[in-house]
C-alpha cells in the first residue's frame, strides 16, 4: 500500500515562532488533507489540497502532486496550535483514506 | 448543525469479551468511515460505508470485528472477541459523498477510548 512519512516527528516551538512540517507520499493520489488533532483527541480537517496553494489565517498549505509531498506552514504560532498534524491521502474510486504518521506539535509561551 | 456522535466515550473490558461501538452521523451525509488509532500513531482506516453498502473493508480484521450501517444512517462496530492489541481509540468521521473525484471535507466525532485488560 500507499506509504506516507511526515517530518519532523516532534516539534517545540515558542510561541511566535513560524514553522513547515512536510508531507511526503509514495505513489499518486486523488486529494490530500492537513488535520490537526488537538490535545483532547478531537481531528479537525484543515486544508482539502490535491495540488497547489490554500491559505487559511495563520495557516496555509501547498502540494507538489508531480514531486509526491505537501508542506504546511504555521505562522505566529500560539499554543492553541500545539497537538498533532496529519496529512491523508485518497486513493482509488472511492477514495481510501491513509493517514501520514504525524507530527507532534508543542508551542510553549 | 450537530456533528458525528459516538458513544460510549470511554470502555474498558477483559480481553475475550465483545464490545460494541456506535456512531451516529452528520445528517445527509452518505459516507461513513471507522478508524482504529493506536497511540502514538495516526488513524487507520477500518471500513468505509457509501449509504449502506461496505466500499473498502481491507484492513478489517473480519475474524473479530464487524461493522453495520442499517438504513444508510447509524453504524455499529463490534469487537468480538476482544485482544490486548484492540486497545486503542475507535473514531467515526462522516463525509456528504466520497467517490468519482469529489472532494468531500470528513468530519470527525470524539471517538470511543478502549482499554481491553
Known amino acids: 500500500g500507499i506509504q506516507v512519512e511526515q517530518s519532523p516527528p516532534d516539534l517545540i516551538l515558542q510561541e511566535g515562532a513560524n514553522s513547515t512540517l512536510r508531507c511526503n507520499f509514495s505513489d499518486s493520489v486523488n486529494n490530500l488533507q492537513w488535520f490537526h488533532q488537538n490535545p483532547w483527541g478531537q481531528l479537525i480537517n484543515l486544508f482539502y489540497?490535491?495540488?497547489g496553494t490554500k491559505q487559511n489565517g495563520r495557516l496555509s498549505a501547498t502540494t507538489v502532486a508531480t514531486e509526491r509531498y505537501s508542506l504546511l506552514y504555521i505562522s505566529s504560532s500560539q499554543t492553541t496550535d500545539s497537538g498533532v498534524y496529519f496529512c491523508a491521502v485518497e486513493r482509488g474510486g472511492y477514495q481510501k483514506v491513509t493517514f501520514g504518521t504525524g507530527t507532534k506539535l508543542q508551542v510553549i509561551p | 448543525e450537530a456533528g458525528v456522535a459516538q458513544s460510549p466515550r470511554y470502555k474498558i473490558i477483559e480481553k475475550r469479551q465483545s464490545v460494541a461501538f456506535w456512531c451516529n452521523p452528520i445528517?445527509?451525509?452518505?459516507?461513513l468511515y471507522w478508524y482504529q488509532q493506536i497511540l502514538g500513531q495516526g488513524p487507520k482506516l477500518l471500513i468505509q460505508f457509501q449509504n449502506n453498502g461496505v466500499v473498502d473493508d481491507s484492513q478489517l480484521p473480519k475474524d473479530r470485528f464487524s461493522a453495520e450501517r442499517l438504513k444508510g444512517v447509524d453504524s455499529t462496530l463490534k469487537i468480538q472477541p476482544a485482544k490486548l492489541e484492540d486497545s486503542a481509540v475507535y473514531l467515526c468521521?462522516?463525509?456528504?459523498?466520497?467517490?468519482?473525484?469529489?472532494?468531500?471535507?470528513?468530519?470527525f466525532g470524539p471517538g470511543t477510548r478502549l482499554t481491553v485488560l
Open positions: 489540497i490535491p495540488s
Open positions: 445528517s445527509g451525509h452518505a459516507t
Open positions: 468521521a462522516s463525509s456528504l459523498e466520497s467517490g468519482r473525484g469529489r472532494q468531500d471535507t470528513q468530519y
